[in-house]
């Protein structure tokens, strides 16, 4: 927008040699008693000039100058640039919490990972950020030297929320290590052993019938019925996470939702451990990635899927949805929490292409780089207890899906093979699934199954 400025310029003061380079558009041929002047936006660079280009014998007052100001700033539209993870002018920038994925509002500030004084490089971590999924670092916009703490570890932030303060040139920053921490209380508080002349202190002397007269307290009587509770100084208190705040929450709706019900059955898995033995080495020659046992059961549960789509669909209010596509999610236990990442068609995928993804989720996962993408989703989920020695159990199903299998720890039992008693390295197996949607036949069709595919993997290659 073009501001307007009428002024009375007196004889012998022409409007450019008073205005210079303040004014960018004066209108020609207008009179030296009554000139018109235009404002353009790109003079406002200009405008704090505009008292140093009066010229002698000229009569513009300062009163006048902050009048054309105040008439340039009304007019004018200010837009203002601000960096997504950063903000500060100069010397000092700001490390603020990034965006987290769609469905993550806020998350709680976990811990600093780096203290006032520290040195950090460009995109380096300073702190970590605990959402309801996964953990997010919050990394330094700039080189620098870290100035002080904004926020407090505990504290909700939102993305934008301000954190840390980082100098780019450390001046002014002292490194504060705890045990320079001196409590003031401490250090202003005299020795109550000594007198102002530094004479000690003596105690009063109690009399022979003071301490007669002074009464013995007795121990406390309680009741035979009274419980002996341990006493408070024997436990710690300490705050749930948010992700397993989240954990919890889920698997109780998913208790309150699902009219679950598990059913069991055992599998040999002498046929499958062979083959991983004679054929681990050539694997890992030509794919790079060893044979697992989860591989051979994700092919398993594929198959499944594929001969009872109805494991694979879930529902939606008054709808079934059935899903033509597979997506299998693997829950691995991690020191944080429980996360289930998900692979993604995995009726698409070979024996090593399964092997490669399950390793890479696994180590993100322990690794706490895992993303909110690489966990959403997923049809049905395969949980295995048998790496922990769990013998058997019963799962709960990993909202929104319909059914969860559960696998167990190997155990070498007496089985009849044959007319003879032979051991054999046996598994249970335990599917828990929405009986609300899923009938018992379906469900010990799907367990049947695993079962026959794992006991002979030559199906998988003869589709029977």
Known sequence: ?????????????????????????????????GEEILLHPRGLTHVRNFSHHVLLGCSIGLRQTRDVISSVHSGATMQKWIRPFSSGDGDVVEAVVPFMGESISDGTLAKFL????????????????????????????????????????????E?????????????????VAPSEKIPEKAASKPSPAATPKGEPKRKPETTAAEKTKAPVPSPPKHSATEPQLPPKERERR?????????VATRLKDSQNTFAMLTTFNEVDMTNLMKLRSEYKDAFVEKHGVKLGLMSGFVKAAVSALQHQPIINAVIDGDDIIYRDYIDISIAVGTPKGLVVPV??????????????????????????????????????????????GSLISTPIINPPQSAILGMHSIVSRPMVVGGNIVPRPMMYLA???????????EAVFFLRRIKDVVEDPRRLLLDI
């Open 1 to 33: 927008m073009l501001g307007v400025v009428r002024r009375r310029i007196g004889t012998g003061c022409s409007s450019a040699s008073v205005l210079r380079q303040s004014f960018k558009v004066i209108r020609p041929g207008a009179s030296a008693s």
């Open 343 to 388: 692979i993604r068609n995995a009726d698409r995928m070979n024996f090593a292409e399964i092997e490669k993804e399950i390793n890479t989720l696994a180590k993100k996962a322990n690794d706490g780089t895992i993303s909110i993408d690489e966990m959403a989703g997923g049809s049905f989920t395969i949980s295995n207890g048998g790496v922990y």
């Open 238 to 246: 300490v705050p749930m996470t948010r992700l397993r705040k989240r």
């Open 114 to 157: 780096k203290n006032p004084g520290d040195r950090v490089e460009v995109d380096e971590p300073i702190a970590q950020i605990e959402t309801d999924k996964v953990t997010i670092d919050v990394v330094s916009p700039e080189a620098g030297v870290l100035k002080e703490h904004v926020a407090k570890e505990g504290d909700t932030v």
């Open 431 to 441: 599917l828990t699934y929405d009986h609300r949607l899923i009938d018992g036949r």
């Open 159 to 175: 993305p934008g929320t301000k954190i840390a303060i980082i100098s780019k040139s450390g001046e002014g920053v002292a490194h």
